[in-house]
């Protein structure tokens, strides 16, 4: 089993920035953010693959987020910048543990899940 607890997040106006931050309690394989705004499906942000040497991006973002992690805090980061109230949701991060393969950005690849954080961005 593996925790993930996730820290950041919060309130911020249009055009701010945010970090957020997911510690993983043991090892990981690839990781990923997604989020999930009222009324709408849960979207795939970003992926890292453990070396942290392949990272994915949903087209939308063009640019604006940024994964990361530190393998020796088994931890993942999401670097988000020039927010826009469409950003307001709460953002997930997953983990995968073992290669059950799956597409990146399929939200089923992943056994384990952090508790959601909100953020919130003002206009």
């Known amino acids: 089993q593996v925790q993930l607890v996730q820290s950041g997040g919060g309130l911020v106006q249009a055009g701010g920035s945010l970090t957020l931050s997911c510690a993983a309690s043991g090892r990981t394989l690839g990781m990923a953010w997604f989020r999930h705004a009222p009324g709408r499906q849960r979207q795939f942000l970003a992926f890292t693959s453990r070396s942290g040497g392949n990272s994915y991006y949903a087209d939308f973002l063009k640019g604006r987020f940024t994964i990361s992690r530190d393998n020796s805090k088994n931890t993942v980061y999401l670097q988000m910048n020039s927010l826009e109230p469409e950003d307001t949701a709460v953002y997930y991060c997953?983990?995968?543990?073992?290669?059950?393969?799956?597409?990146?950005?399929?939200?089923?690849?992943?056994?384990?899940w952090g508790h959601g954080t909100q953020v919130t961005v003002s206009s």
């Open positions: 997953a983990a995968e543990v073992s290669n059950n393969g799956g597409a990146y950005y399929n939200d089923r690849r992943y056994s384990y």
